[in-house]
């Protein structure tokens, strides 16, 4: 007896059999038990996962002369043809081939016959996206209005190209690709059946190269046998097939994320001499870093993931390196390498320049890394803001209090720590208070046509009545504008709620405090602001204010000497280029 390869000895005969596709099979037995049975039916999915397999049973239990039953009895003479192919009531046709007008108007000449012996005249056509415009047009009435002796069931792997008028008359089943632990069950029994010797590692090989296709798998198992004969392991899958070992893979991940480019040139040499796919290197590379993401976001629930406890180890140790957005990132890469490679002239140099911008993206500081920085030295060791360095109040009886509010020094001494006890409750000497209030006012007078711009930002409507406006005074937790008398109705505008919160807002992000904006009409000149910091905003009529010739280089140095900003050029070995506000 010739020999049978193993595809077609372990074809399933049975609605049990089929593997991976109880959902198909449970449906079709419930038809076939309650006689439901459709005009024509669509089976869609990839290549060797049973779409024409559940076709054939189905036309089995349909004609077994035991039934129609949902357990063809595999005796009768129906049920031993429809398996060999050689039934006259159940016709098997090739889409590919017989795609042609002419071949539809044939079949359309035959369904109107009987069937010779069995209930129903079935016709199975595979691959039926092949069948052109012409022919599925001329399949329409037929398929609608069949006689009542006829069935068809459709196979195809490219449902997208089926006639939405064929589909709308087909029950359509989509089958799903097979999990890996349900190959590796089957491909277990099919091992222990041939006494064949296989381990659990090269079964995994055999069943991630598969890619969910058990005639895949069942194929290359039966080439393994033959290159092995008694004993397989995981070396021999990997050598026959091209694939890369789950351990190198990790290696190479791990490689990417700690942005070690010179070993992944050495990756990449030995995987091409050693003659890999290296095109599935990617595929199984971007499984990997998917399987990575899975588990940085679910946590301990990984069981849908297919892996062993090794493999989870590993996933959850290479967490540790890095976040969702660089792995993010490396996907992206990788998936254009995958389109590209396609077409790329040389594999190995598509994949190495990959793999060196995927470790470069690994270990490159991103934005949101730097404005966390940056947050993080603006918050204190307990969690809170620091107060900004013009709030400070000086040491009483120390040099700077006496010119508080007169030297810009004193405006970045560190507020003493409160002593231990009844010590700790008292309050500033009065003479530091006012310092301070007369510190907040220099920075008020000074920064008065930010706060304008600011308000008008957020309440354009009122810019206007900001513009002939000036600060008064500071007093505590108060801040005075003052209006000129003939602005009289201008001020009645700011009292609403909307536009003193504005007011308030801005001047607390100036002065770093909550203040309180108190609107009153002005008699006198406030007191000058001092000159020692002049800054080139415009006033709010247009007029800049200039004094002296520092410019933006006096902003600049004085942002240097920022304690915040000389921590974040330390920290990324930065420096001040321009300074715009």
Request: hydrophobic share 40%.
């Amino acid at each position: 007896m010739a020999y049978e390869v193993l595809a077609r000895k372990w074809r399933p005969r049975q609605f049990e059999d089929v593997v991976g596709q109880d959902h198909v099979t449970q449906t079709l037995g419930n038809a076939v038990k309650s006689g439901r049975i459709a005009n024509a039916y669509l089976f869609v999915g990839p290549r060797g996962i049973g779409k024409t397999s559940i076709a054939r049973i189905f036309a089995k239990a349909l004609n077994c002369l035991e039934g129609p039953t949902v357990k063809p009895c595999d005796k009768c003479d129906a049920c031993r043809e429809i398996a060999a192919g050689s039934n006259l009531d159940v016709l098997e046709i090739d889409g590919a081939s017989n795609n042609g007008v002419e071949q539809v108007r044939e079949l359309r000449e035959t369904v109107k016959y009987l069937p010779t012996r069995g209930r129903y005249k079935i016709y199975i056509i595979d691959e039926v996206h092949m069948l052109s415009t012409a022919a599925f047009n001329a399949l329409l009435k037929t398929l609608e209005e069949p006689p009542e002796h006829v069935k068809f069931m459709f196979a195809t792997t490219e449902p997208q190209k089926v006639l939405a008028t064929i589909v709308s008359r087909c029950q359509r089943f989509d089958l799903r690709r097979i999990p890996v632990p349900e190959i590796i069950e089957r491909l277990k029994l099919i091992a222990r059946a041939e006494k064949v010797k296989i381990s659990d590692d090269a079964l995994l090989a055999i069943a991630r190269g598969a890619e969910g296709g058990l005639r895949d798998a069942e194929s290359a198992l039966d080439q393994l046998i033959s290159f092995k004969e008694a004993k397989i392991e995981e070396e021999d899958v990997l050598a026959v097939f091209g694939l890369v070992s789950k351990a190198g893979l990790e290696a190479l991940g791990e490689s990417v994320l700690k942005g070690d480019i010179r070993g992944l040139i050495a990756s990449v040499a030995r995987l091409d001499e050693a003659g890999k796919d290296l095109q599935r290197v990617v595929v199984d590379l971007m499984e990997h870093f998917r399987n990575l993401l899975i588990c940085m976001n679910v946590g301990e629930d990984l069981a849908d993931l297919d892996l062993t406890q090794t493999q989870i180890g590993v996933l959850k140790a290479q967490a540790e390196l890095t976040d969702n957005a660089r792995v993010l990132r490396i996907l992206e890469i990788l998936g254009d390498a995958d389109d590209r490679m396609k077409y790329a002239l040389s594999r190995r140099t598509m994949l190495e320049t990959s793999l060196i911008r995927a470790a470069r993206a690994a270990v490159v500081v991103s934005l949101e890394e730097i404005l966390k920085k940056l947050g993080e030295l603006q918050t204190g060791a307990d969690g809170r803001e620091q107060p900004p360095a013009a709030a400070a109040v000086p040491e009483a009886g120390s040099p700077t209090a006496e010119t508080a509010g007169h030297s810009p020094a004193a405006k970045r001494t560190a507020k003493p720590k409160p002593a231990a006890g009844a010590a700790a409750t008292k309050k500033p000497p009065a003479d530091a208070e006012k310092s301070t209030f007369a510190g907040d006012f220099d920075k008020l007078a000074r920064g008065w046509p930010k706060i304008i711009e600011k308000v008008g930002r957020i309440a354009p409507l009122i810019r206007g009545a900001l513009a002939d406006t000036r600060p008064l005074r500071v007093e505590k937790n108060k801040v005075v504008v003052g209006f000129d008398p003939e602005f009289k109705s201008e001020m009645d505008r700011m009292q609403a709620p909307r536009n003193r919160k504005a007011v308030e807002h801005a001047a607390a992000s100036l002065l770093g405090r909550k203040v309180a904006a108190v609107f009153e009409i002005s008699t006198g000149e406030p007191a000058p602001a001092p000159r020692e910091e002049p800054s080139d905003h415009e006033t709010s009529g247009g007029q800049a204010k200039k004094e002296g010739t520092r410019g933006r280089k006096g902003a600049k140095r004085n942002w240097s000497e920022d304690a915040t900003v000389q921590e974040a050029l330390d920290m990324f070995r930065g420096s001040i280029v321009d300074v715009r506000e």
